[in-house]
């Protein structure tokens, strides 16, 4: 069924590199580059590097960090790419332990022409501990290499599964963090003599550790400092050149130049597709850009590609529109708003109409307004009023949350995503804003 094809084409999944489906956004993201930003400090640096990329979730870095993983690989890198969500880390509670455990899993697992023994002999040294802890047989044998390497598998999914665990196996493995990641270097070094000779500069990148919730602990420090910056020396320990994500919570706090003074070059962020400019004016580049990312995914269906998107796919060009605008340039709340129209849809066929799309509208405004607290209804108002945000833990929280999104023109600004516009606690805010504002000034105008 046609429809079916559809719904299953909008799958808000990360891109491949070279994917037929990509869509080149730069120009209404600010210029933002990953090939350029992060790749060329890799490519030309003498030395290892250590970089930080971030953006909003769901708005496409992970296919950027696949499309520069091609890029590098073409130009003389080996690149370990992974996505620490899906297998290693629990978001909910993280710490540093677990990213270096899911940096050694996936390095050994991927580069198999170097000498693991190091690494498992650092294991194996740690093995009562490991067995005890788990309840299950550990073989980390030097003499069972490809056993062993298959075997750090059930120490990473303790760290994502089993909360109790976590705990105990961090407090058995911290103190010895530091001669792991000196057997990891050694793996490495041995790495680099035995990979091509054209492959020989090895890159590896940790994705969807920016998705690792904000946690502010007693004294008011996050659990993303104690992660970025406390162990930053560690993170940067690697002998081979790293990039990690890391929650825009924190790259736009004030921490944001000791994260500068730390990791090499700038801190690129993935901008949202700009859809409307800070003056509140419609922005039809951003705009089209959306309706192409849509008319790729359609063209990819061969009974589908001939379809007008304003008549066929949609009922008009005021629908199609508006899924955009309501999109806020975030491109799986895009792809999602398709889908849950296309559910909407009574008819089960083409076109999705304007009803099916409001009530996908109004399902994901409701997933946001649960997300916003009581007290920030009028920090959201100010932010659309100013188009800035406030350095506090309160307007990270709504960062981290995509309740406030990040655009780039000149210069980055930021604003209230566009679900939020029509709920009835922000308009009250903004309208009580408003009128502050305009009390303030007929009060300067009489004195």
Partial sequence: MLISQIYNAFNPTPLPANSKLYVDCKEVRGGSNVLIELGKTIRFSDE????????????GKSTELLRLKQDLETKGCTVVYF????????????????????????????IREADPKPVLSWFQERKKAFEDLML???NLSNAGAEV????????????????????????????YTEKLIAALNQFIDDAKQKLPADKQRLVLIADGLEKVTLITNEGGRTNHEEIFIDRAEQLKGLACDVIYTVPISLALSRRATDLLEIYDGTLPVLPMIMTHTRNNDGFADGIKKLQQIIRMRIDSIEDANRLALETDVFDSAETLNKL???SGGHVRNLVLLVQTAIKYNEEESLPIDAEALQQAIRQLRKTYRDTVDSDQWDLLAGVHTTKQIINDDAHRSLLFTRCLLEYCEEESWHDVHPLLKDVSEFKAA???????????REQVNDS
């Fill in 83 to 110: 996505s620490a969500e899906d297998q290693d880390i629990n978001p909910e509670d993280v710490e540093y332990t677990d990213i270096l455990i899911a940096c050694t899993r996936h390095l050994l697992e991927t």
């Fill in 324 to 326: 955009c605008e309501m």
């Fill in 48 to 59: 290892p590097t250590c970089q930080l990329y971030t953006g909003h979730r769901g708005g």
């Fill in 136 to 138: 299950t047989e550990i």
């Fill in 430 to 440: 903004f309208k009580q804003m408003q009128d502050q504002t305009k009390r303030s």
């Fill in 148 to 175: 062993g390497v298959g075997d750090l598998g059930k120490i990473t999914a303790s760290f994502k599964t089993q909360p109790t665990q976590r705990a105990k196996l961090r407090k058995a493995l911290n103190p």
